[in-house]
């Protein structure tokens, strides 16, 4: 096994960084997957992306990255890694470059570089452009000029990235709020063919925490386990 990590860069909203509940599903403990914590890489511990406190309802919690960096090591035979840039309660116009989410990104994936190879990018966001027709009829268009200047920051136009698709459920959402979201997930659904090496992980039949906006912790394991799959169609054995 190639003792260098392949690491994979974490970016989107709270459904990326997760909110799962600890004690749902038993934690996933492998030695070949890690994630970076000040440049550094430690063991893959949950939460991964920790953007708010462990304590109150909304909190940082399981997600959808360790099932998904637990299925990449165990394919690849590889030492994964997760560069976790999540944050929450953030629309794609907060991720465009030149604002302070893109450059985070960019700034802890160069980081990242110096002691892994980073070989994707997995994105869950979108459900707060779903509040506003605007953003939702312009998320397209801001994605791929989000996607394509991330790609060349990091120094290849070929580097997979993995979209998810946000919670069926807010469809019907109690408050109405997320009206826009089919346009959303038809928006994420179509992506791949117009952006190269990007694949599509669907949340069919995937339940929410009981907040309507977030899945729980069964949920995100099942997610990882999508991008996963989506991941592999796009990343064979032969590129690692």
Same mark, same amino acid.
């Given at each position: $096994?190639?003792?260098?990590? /392949?690491?994979?860069?974490?970016?989107?909203?709270?459904?990326?960084?997760?909110?799962?509940? !600890?004690?749902?599903?038993?934690?996933?403990?492998?030695?070949?997957? !890690? $994630?970076?914590?000040?440049?550094? &890489?430690?063991?893959?511990?949950?939460?991964?992306?920790? =953007?708010? %406190?462990? &304590?109150?309802?909304?909190? %940082?919690?399981?997600?959808?990255?360790? %099932?998904?960096?637990?299925?990449?090591?165990?394919?690849?035979?590889?030492?994964?890694?997760?560069?976790?840039? @999540?944050?929450?309660?953030?629309?794609?116009?907060? &991720? $465009?470059?030149?604002?302070?989410? !893109?450059?985070?990104?960019?700034?802890?994936? /160069?980081?990242?570089?110096?002691?892994?190879?980073?070989?994707?990018?997995?994105?869950?966001?979108? *459900?707060?452009? @779903?509040?506003?027709?605007?953003?939702?009829?312009?998320? /397209?268009?801001?994605?791929?000029?989000?996607?394509? @200047?991330?790609? *060349?920051?990091?120094?290849? %136009?070929?580097?997979?990235?993995?979209?998810?698709?946000?919670?069926?459920?807010?469809?019907?959402?109690?408050?109405? #709020?997320?009206?826009?979201? =089919?346009?959303?997930?038809?928006?994420?659904? *179509?992506?791949?063919?117009?952006?190269?090496?990007?694949?599509? @992980?669907?949340?069919?039949?995937?339940?929410?925490?009981? =907040?309507?906006?977030?899945?729980?912790?069964?949920?995100?394991?099942?997610?990882? /386990? #999508?991008? !996963? =799959?989506?991941?592999?169609?796009?990343?064979?054995?032969?590129?690692?």
């Amino acid at each position: $096994m190639n003792t260098k990590i /392949k690491s994979i860069l974490m970016i989107g909203q709270s459904n990326m960084a997760g909110r799962g509940e !600890f004690d749902d599903v038993p934690e996933i403990i492998n030695p070949n997957c !890690f $994630m970076m914590r000040n440049g550094l &890489w430690q063991p893959m511990r949950e939460p991964i992306n920790p =953007d708010r %406190s462990i &304590w109150g309802f909304y909190h %940082s919690g399981r997600g959808l990255a360790a %099932s998904f960096a637990d299925e990449c090591a165990k394919h690849f035979n590889e030492k994964i890694g997760l560069i976790p840039c @999540a944050e929450g309660n953030t629309c794609i116009s907060q &991720w $465009m470059p030149g604002e302070i989410l !893109f450059d985070n990104a960019v700034n802890n994936a /160069k980081l990242a570089k110096r002691s892994s190879e980073i070989i994707g990018i997995i994105w869950h966001q979108g *459900e707060n452009d @779903a509040t506003s027709e605007t953003d939702a009829t312009a998320y /397209k268009e801001r994605f791929i000029k989000m996607i394509s @200047a991330l790609r *060349e920051e990091l120094g290849n %136009s070929e580097i997979p990235v993995i979209v998810g698709e946000p919670g069926r459920f807010l469809i019907n959402h109690i408050s109405g #709020r997320y009206k826009y979201i =089919d346009t959303i997930i038809h928006t994420l659904k *179509e992506l791949p063919k117009n952006i190269s090496y990007c694949g599509f @992980a669907n949340s069919e039949g995937l339940t929410d925490r009981g =907040d309507g906006l977030h899945f729980n912790s069964a949920s995100y394991r099942i997610l990882g /386990k #999508r991008y !996963f =799959d989506e991941f592999k169609k796009l990343y064979s054995g032969s590129r690692l």
